[in-house]
């Protein structure tokens, strides 16, 4: 009994880490700008691309040992990602805020974007799926009838060590600060000084860089790529991310990780097909109960 | 006189010429189909502006409520009126479906207006993105449910409603579903400019400006809330009702996010709250979609990027909030937008 409740808790921390890797582009994405990036879920799935395609080359190509592929990989990968969001923010974003359109107008920016990228991948690459090559061995461990493997770990271990170094950027460093002045007052901010173009840029490689890595991480664990990959995952973190509370760090990886392990829960106790359904009606309670998510602050409106 | 009613004569006009067209077959069934998918296009995209544009709420499940109108007219229509392997016999004479047929389309419009009620209720409290992402898990539950309900198909869909539009095509043989996309949309259309233009209406604008001035001004803010959202939601039942007509087959795959997603372009494409804005961009968006088919995969490549660049020179979509009477003065002469 106790072994299942660990089992499930494991493999729900897993899934949770996904979530909460890409809820957290769109926590600070909106954190900044209020904007709902909804081009995130597919950045995630160009990420995994990107992967694929480093990773093959790495190993086919340049003949390098698995662990040596890898280590390129991820940064490599990270930094591919986050110079398409960065592209997108610079080609489709940008211009529009400078005209002043309604912030929404930008939202369903975001959304031709997501689709683009999605059937452009299409159109490119073809529906056929792509397998992602083995990089390093998977060893599956047994302790007290607790099953995992050393990937499972890396993933867990990886989604907690983002989540410290974000924090510590958001709260410690300058351009943390900035980030979070912009997002209190964006008029004030560039008459002191801040640059704050490039602190908009920061947040797109931050968030992008992340998804990427979520990326490769998800195409490791699940190694099959389809262009569709993201959307689902990508609506779902957003969802993950407003019950934990948009604009928070904590939020994100708090609601990441409650929806994969609702998620978990409910497959492991009713018929799969049952999953969204549950999870999102949990989900819609708890929006319910705390209209602002569970860190998020509800905000005073001046009369 | 003719002045008054010219706007009246000149819908009839067009309805009866549709319905000429259609019964001599003058035009292929592609290109009527084509017509009838531009009315429930119309519906849409009208009723989410009302809720997008003029409340200036951000919702993005539409596809839900109009899954909820589809299945329930549907699964009503083929259980009145159809031999259907599920339901057995036909409840009651097949005849009748002449006339029950857009009561069974309303009925589907009130529940899909029932199932607003699961958005509206939120709405009370939460604003903004919060209620957007509302929105979007209503979208997931709906469908997800009926996913689930095996006794209508689940994720295989649900098909039969042919039979029930060739027993109205037995009793007079006319083009039953031109006609009454026709009437639906004129009808969507009317009401919404009635709802948006009375007194009452007026609240929906205010609401979009500033809540906590218009709640001190006494609008009853949750009331009109609620009601919005209940027209909007029921609109798009009745659109999805005939969306399953016009098919004849309807899976709750067809109404995912993807769906909401084309709603929710048509009505910024045309301006928010803008409602001759919101019926042109549905019209324009239909041609476009039919108009890149040849490109297959590559239309939606080029559609989004034809957005954006849209977005781009246009910022505020096409009519941006205006209506089309105040672009064309002389408009005003056979129709009052007060």
């Given amino acids: 009994m106790l072994a299942t409740i660990i089992q499930n808790l494991i493999n729900a921390l897993q899934w949770g880490s996904f979530y909460a890797l890409i809820a957290l582009g769109y926590t600070l994405v909106y954190g900044v700008l209020t904007l709902i990036n909804f081009a995130h879920g597919d950045i995630f799935m160009v990420g995994a691309y990107i992967a694929f395609f480093v990773a093959t080359f790495m190993l086919s190509a340049a003949g390098l040992p698995g662990w040596a592929a890898l280590a390129l990989t991820i940064p490599l990968t990270m930094i591919l990602t986050s110079m398409v969001g960065v592209t997108l923010e610079r080609v489709a974003y940008r211009p529009l805020r400078r005209k002043g359109a309604h912030r929404l107008y930008v939202v369903i920016t975001a959304l031709?974007?997501?689709?683009?990228?999605?059937?452009?991948?299409?159109?490119?690459?073809?529906?056929?799926?792509?397998?992602?090559?083995?990089?390093?061995?998977?060893?599956?461990?047994?302790?007290?009838?607790?099953?995992?493997?050393?990937?499972?770990?890396?993933?867990?271990?990886?989604a907690i060590l983002v989540f410290i170094l974000l924090q510590w950027i958001v709260t410690k460093t300058k351009v943390g600060m900035a980030m979070r002045a912009i997002s209190y007052d964006k008029f004030a901010v560039p008459l002191m000084g801040i640059p704050m173009d490039n602190i908009i840029v920061a947040t797109f490689v931050l968030g992008s860089g992340m998804a990427g890595l979520a990326g490769i991480l998800f195409a490791m664990s699940y190694p099959i790529l389809e262009p569709y990959m993201g959307a689902l995952i990508g609506w779902k973190a957003f969802i993950a991310a407003v019950v934990g509370g948009i604009g928070d760090i904590r939020g994100a990886f708090l609601g990441g990780f409650l929806l994969g392990a609702v998620e978990i829960l409910v497959v492991a106790f009713f018929p799969s097909t049952f999953r969204d359904l549950i999870a999102f009606t949990v989900l819609l309670v708890i929006l319910a109960f705390r209209p602002t998510g569970l860190f998020g602050v509800a905000k005073t409106t001046k009369i | 006189?003719?002045?008054?009613?010219?706007?009246?004569?000149?819908?009839?006009?067009?309805?009866?010429?549709?319905?000429?067209?259609?019964?001599?077959?003058?035009?292929?069934?592609?290109?009527?189909?084509?017509?009838?998918?531009?009315?429930?296009?119309?519906?849409l995209s009208t009723?989410?502006?009302?809720?997008?544009?003029?409340?200036?709420?951000?919702?993005?499940?539409?596809?839900?409520?109009?899954?909820?109108?589809?299945?329930?007219?549907?699964?009503?229509?083929?259980?009145?009126?159809?031999?259907?392997?599920?339901?057995?016999?036909?409840?009651?004479?097949?005849?009748?479906?002449?006339?029950?047929?857009?009561?069974?389309?309303?009925?589907?419009?009130?529940?899909?207006?029932?199932?607003?009620?699961?958005?509206?209720?939120?709405?009370?409290?939460?604003?903004?993105?919060?209620?957007?992402?509302?929105?979007?898990?209503?979208n997931y539950i709906i469908i997800s449910a009926i996913e689930n309900l095996g006794v209508i198909g689940g994720s295989r869909g649900f098909m039969g409603m042919k039979s029930v539009i060739s027993s109205m095509e037995d009793v007079a043989y006319l083009p039953w579903m031109p006609i009454w996309v026709f009437s639906f949309t004129i009808?969507?259309?009317?009401?919404?400019?009635?709802?948006?233009?009375?007194?009452?209406?007026?609240?929906?604008?205010?609401?979009?400006?500033?809540?906590?001035?218009?709640?001190?001004?006494?609008?009853?803010?949750?009331?009109?809330?609620?009601?919005?959202?209940?027209?909007?939601?029921?609109?798009?039942?009745?659109?999805?009702?005939?969306?399953?007509?016009?098919?004849?087959?309807?899976?709750p795959g067809s109404f995912n996010i993807l769906k909401s997603t084309e709603v929710l372009v048509m009505v910024y494409l045309g301006g928010m709250a803008s409602l001759s804005g919101a019926v042109l961009s549905a019209i324009a968006f239909t041609i476009l979609l039919e108009l890149l088919r040849p490109l297959q995969i590559i239309k939606w490549v080029v559609i989004p990027l034809l957005l954006i660049i849209v977005m781009q020179f246009r910022p505020e979509g096409i009519m941006g909030s205006r209506e089309l009477s105040d672009i064309f003065p002389w408009l005003k002469r056979f129709y009052r937008f007060k």
Avoid at chain 2, 216 to 237: D, P
């Fill in chain 2, 47 to 138: 009723s989410l502006n009302l809720v997008n544009g003029n409340m200036g709420e951000f919702s993005c499940g539409h596809a839900g409520f109009m899954c909820v109108g589809a299945y329930v007219s549907s699964v009503l229509g083929v259980w009145l009126f159809a031999k259907d392997k599920v339901f057995g016999p036909p409840v009651l004479p097949p005849e009748l479906a002449l006339y029950a047929f857009p009561l069974v389309i309303l009925a589907g419009g009130v529940a899909a207006a029932l199932a607003g009620l699961l958005v509206a209720i939120p709405s009370y409290k939460t604003r903004g993105d919060y209620l957007a992402i509302i929105t979007i898990a209503a």
């Fill in chain 1, 112 to 158: 031709m974007c997501g689709l683009i990228l999605e059937h452009a991948n299409l159109a490119l690459l073809g529906a056929s799926r792509k397998a992602f090559p083995p990089m390093i061995t998977e060893h599956v461990y047994n302790i007290g009838g607790v099953s995992f493997t050393n990937l499972k770990v890396a993933v867990i271990v990886s």
């Fill in chain 2, 187 to 251: 009808f969507c259309v009317w009401l919404i400019r009635r709802y948006v233009s009375s007194t009452f209406g007026k609240g929906v604008n205010a609401i979009s400006q500033d809540e906590v001035a218009a709640e001190i001004m006494s609008v009853n803010t949750n009331k009109i809330k609620t009601i919005t959202f209940m027209v909007s939601s029921g609109l798009a039942g009745i659109a999805g009702g005939l969306f399953a007509y016009i098919l004849g087959y309807v899976n």
């Fill in chain 2, 1 to 43: 006189m003719l002045k008054r009613y010219s706007i009246q004569l000149i819908l009839v006009a067009c309805g009866g010429l549709l319905t000429y067209v259609a019964y001599e077959e003058l035009v292929s069934l592609y290109l009527l189909s084509v017509l009838m998918f531009m009315g429930v296009n119309v519906i």
